[in-house]
């Protein structure tokens, strides 16, 4: 520590790194050799949602926020023929508890 | 008995060649019979920092082939006796290099060498899994910053399914070499700590080598910073590490370079 940080001192970034790292390395290491859980997941409630009502499959999309202790999965599916029922599905905590502590 | 070492990351540029470089001369200084192998075909950079790049006749993939005997292409350094170099091929692309013929080289080096020092290639490919296939201890460089961080983590997960040893169930012996790491940085919260990155991926600490002029200078004249300038702070930090890869116990330090109180005083090296 020399003069000038100790005059200069503010908040460092490194901590806002070490969290990132944290989080996304708890899930990469949770899914390793399962990187296409999310193709999974879309086609099988796809093909539930597809038993009930006709859907077009290029208009789903599936959107993915890695939390900190909770993820999120958020599956919009466009039903044709009546706009106003577009279903809007969110499963809060699709992935599993993050394996062990860090 | 012969220790086969990869020094590996996944990320370029962290200082993989400069490691090995600079452990496999403090190794030798240290009296043991050691081999750098440059496992990077068609990027070969082994022979430059070891500067060795006039002499490279014939290379591994050569002798992976069978076109060469494995002692005409061990290139011997001019410096220390017992410090070899076995250069990879420029020209050739990495699909040459065999399975098979990586472990007959490896198995022929064990019984010559005390310390089979592997230089991986950047990447998760090939060329990269081949150079950790048949080690018995890994040295992963990691710079403090998150996408090295995240990389060698991933290296890590390879580490412990991909080699021969992880096929087989046992334990391949991981050490975290901490490079380019500047304390005064760290200190003010700038740089991820020492402790965060041993946090994250929780692997033994080997050594932490600071950010230094003194590293690209070895770089640039074609000396290993252990023979270049051994008592700068990276060559101390070098074979620091060299010992404990040895087995000694010691307490990991991040050795400084000195300053004058000028320089102390605005955080900068003073010009000599």
Known sequence: MNLLSIMFRRNGSAPVARDRLQVLLAHERAFVGKSDLL???????????????????????????????????????????????????????????????? | MATVLVVTSGKGGVGKTTSTAALGAALAKQGQNVVVVDFDVGLRNLDLVMGAERRVVFDLINVVQGDAKLPQALIRDKRIDNLS????????????????????????????????????????????????????????????????????????????SKTAKAEKGERIEKHLLLTRYDPIRAARGEMLKTEDVLEILSIPLLGIIPESEEVLRSSNLGTPVTIGNPTSAPARAYFEAARRLRGETLVVSVPAERRSFMGRLFGRRAVA
Do not use: Y
């Open chain 1, 39 to 102: 193709a999974v997941l879309q086609e099988e409630i796809i093909a539930v949602i597809a038993k009930h009502v006709t859907i077009e499959r290029d208009k789903v999309q599936v959107k993915l926020d890695r939390g900190d202790t909770v993820s999120t999965l958020e599956i919009d599916v466009e039903v044709p023929g009546a706009a106003a029922t577009a279903a809007k599905l969110a499963l809060e905590g699709a992935r599993p508890a993050m394996a062990g502590g860090f």
């Open chain 2, 85 to 160: 170099l076995l250069p990879a091929s420029q020209t050739r692309d990495k699909d040459a290099l065999t399975a098979d013929g990586v472990e007959r080289v490896i198995q022929q080096l064990r019984e010559r060498f005390d310390w089979v020092i592997c230089d991986s290639p950047a990447g998760i490919e090939r060329g990269a899994t081949l150079a950790m296939r048949h080690a018995d201890a890994a040295v992963v460089v990691t710079n403090p910053e998150v996408s090295s961080v995240r990389d060698s983590d991933r290296i890590i997960g390879l580490l412990d």
